[in-house]
């Protein structure tokens, strides 16, 4: 069994309300949040984190240096990150998926739906958030690991 969790930063690792800045002055990322984060990955037995938020592209240097930082504070790494075009953030999970067959379970944790819902095993993986601690299912027929994952976040919240 191989999990993986696919990570978007703004509007789950952070809101609009969040008043910690980055080093390059954007809004940063709470830590309560990834606790949580780290706390319902260590509960579902460990999982690979691979970044979906734009922060891959834009925000490298400082910023992309500081996220994994606090990241690390919570014992959590980025193990890699997908490549997508003109904001189809679902196609570039697809890739991703089908160049890493062994990864049998995963969950989608976005503010935004992108093109999530040309997929039906993205969208019944998906949490859409408002921050982690809000998060709730895209689809109406969740897929066991998001309604596992989302429970844990509940648990911890
Ligand atoms: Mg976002």
Redesign the pocket.
Known sequence: MSFAIFL?????LNTRKTVIASPDGHIGVDCTRIGILAGAIKKYGGGALVLT?DWKNVRIGDDLNYLREKLMEHGLEISAMTEDHFNKRGQGIMNYLDTHPEIDEYVVL???RFDFDDFSKLWERLLITGGIENAAFASKTPAVEAILFREYIKELS
């Open positions: 978007d930063v703004d509007g789950v938020s976005d503010d935004n």
